[in-house]
Every structure is written in structure tokens, then in C-alpha cells.
């Protein structure tokens, strides 16, 4: 039985004067579904992880799973983690390597009060969950790492856990496998129907496998979203980098009459164009963000149409299926990215750029 997950005002310090761990972190991962918690090394996603699984103890908030308060240290409130019911994987390969597969898999389910043949029955459905069926009789140890890690998988889902937590559970395995298994990971974890919470500082990882991401820096929790919306509507700037590429440039915002703002780029003498109205971007130094793939290129022209802008192309970098460009567009470099096989455009040549408004994020300088 998959259950929410509620986490309110989370607080860990590993002692007085130091910084919180884990800052006042609040959010909720409904039944049956998958948070990534996305953030650089030391933002306090492994403490987050490991107060859930009673593997730290908080020093405030609280932690219910399935409505159970786990954690309430206000009111002495520690469930032991092996009473919380919860499957873990980790980054290492938690595997007994003296055993089968199969011995793996049922071995946390021997401490269940079942029969010898539902523990058969149980683990050869989580390993035809993690598509393993075939090795169940192979020594363990002579798997590669991406099927050791789904033994860790079947093991951790053969006993139907409440919540599974998943702390960079790909890190170990080669780029290609990663890439592969990232799919598998989601798929098997939807199927089990099984309540996620998942560790990583991988941007493209979180994006394949959450079904919302949480991305925190400095203990605390910047924003918590869908992928889509935390890719395009980031709430400051270190959500926007740390989503996806993005080119900061520095502007400036000039309030008109109708709530409207024109937005000047630093050492561009025109007005670049003209922003609806923004509460969360009031007139004056500001900073706008734009994904490569939005910035529309056309050739150089000597009548440039409105809402085109000069540019000068610095770089290059031809991918097969696409071009990287760096331009320099008034002394501020920005990185654009074309689809297609054959680039358009050589080093140094005078381009033309277009800004779809609806693609740009600006925010208050910081
Ligand atoms: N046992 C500990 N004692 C003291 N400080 C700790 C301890 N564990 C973690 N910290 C500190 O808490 C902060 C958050 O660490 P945490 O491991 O949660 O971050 P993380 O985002 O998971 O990083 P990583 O991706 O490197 O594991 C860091 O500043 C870290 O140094």
C-alpha cells in the first residue's frame, strides 16, 4: 500500500552554531507518486532523505507517512526505521554478494510473518518488476551494476514498502547505462505504484524520473514544482540555471504609464521590448533569463524588422543533430542552440535575433 508523504517546518543542525542542514523544509508527495529532490552537493538533500528514513534525527518539524507521525521532536516523537516501512536503495551496491539473486530478493521478506511459498510468490513479482525473472538462480555478484542495482530495486519493492527512498541510486553505473536504467527506474517505480522520494543532483534525471521536483540549495527549498513549470516559469535564478542552460543577461526595467515595463539590456541603446506587467519584477536593476532554444536567428539584413536585434556570432559548436552558437550581442555573451544537421551560420558573421517574449523569465537583481 503506497501512502503521502508529509513533511512540515523539517529542521536538522548537526549542532549549535552551525548551519541548519536542513532548513524549515515543507512539502508533500502524494500516493503513488515521485519526487525528485534536486540540488548541488551540501544543500541538504541526503539529510532531508535520511531524516525521512529515520536514519538522522530532525530537530524540528514534523514527518508523517501514510498519516503515521514518524517524527515530532517537539513532542519526542522517533518511530526506528525498521518500523517505519520503507524500501531503501542507495548508490552503493547493497546486494549480499554470497547469495543468489533470488536469496536477495527474499531475503527482508523472511522477517515477515509469510509462508514459504508467498515469499517465493512475492519475490518472483518484484523481480519481474525490475525484469530479472531470468537470473533469479545467478550468483549476484555476476551481475553488471545496473542489474545489481535492480536486485536493490526488487528487494526494496518486494515487500510492498509504504515509501521507497532513493538516494542517487544511478550514480555508480557509466553515463550510457545511467541514461538507460533513469527510464527503467521511473517505469518500475510507477508500476510497484509505490510512493517515491528521490535523491539526485543530476537536472536531467530528476526531469525523466519525478513526477515533481523540489530543488534546494542552502537547506532550504527553493521551489517545488512540476518539471515543466520549474523549467519554464523558474522562480529565481538559481532555479533557471539549475533546471537547464540559460543565459543571464543584466538589464534594466522603466515603468510606463499602463503597469508595462520596457527593458533596456546593459550597453544596448534601444529598447529591446516591452514587458506586460510583472509584480514579481518591479521597475529598476533586473536580470532576465533565457533558454538557447528559445532565441530565434536570421540572417543579417539591412532593414531589420522590428523585434530583431544585431548580433555577431563568437563560437560555434556544430553537434550533428544541432549547433551551438555563443553570439556576442552588446558586449553580453548568449548561448543559443539551433536543431538540424547543417548550421546555419559561421564564426564571426553578423546574425539577426528575435526574444519570443513568452519564453523570457526576468527577475530582480540579487
Ligand atoms: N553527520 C554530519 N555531521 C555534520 N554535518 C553534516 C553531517 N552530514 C551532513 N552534514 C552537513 O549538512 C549539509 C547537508 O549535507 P547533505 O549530505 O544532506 O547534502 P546533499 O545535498 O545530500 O549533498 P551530497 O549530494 O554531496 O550528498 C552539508 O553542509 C554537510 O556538510
Redesign the pocket.
Known sequence: MSSELVITNLM?S??AG??P??NNVSFTIEAGNILA?L????????????SVAGL?HPTGGTIRIGGRLVADPQNGVFIAPQHRNLGMVFQSYAVWPHMSVRENVEYPLRNKKLSRKDIRAQAQEALELVGLQEYADRPVVALSGGQMQRVALARSLSYKPALLLL??PLSNLDAKLRIRLRDDLRKIVKDAGVTALY?T?DQAEAVVIGDRIGV?KD?QMLQHDVPTELYNNPRDLFVANFTGAATVLDIELRDLENGARDVFVDGYPERLMTLPADPRAPAGRAQMAIRPENVKMHAASSDTQPGRHEARVLQRQYLGTQTLYTLSFFGQNMDIVELGTVPRFTEGENVQIEFPLECLTVFTKQ
Open positions: 536538522k548537526y549542532g552551525m548551519k542542514a536542513v529532490l540540488g548541488p552537493s551540501g544543500c541538504g538533500k541526503t539529510t532531508t532523505l535520511r538522522d538516494d542517487e535523491v543532483h534546494m537547506g
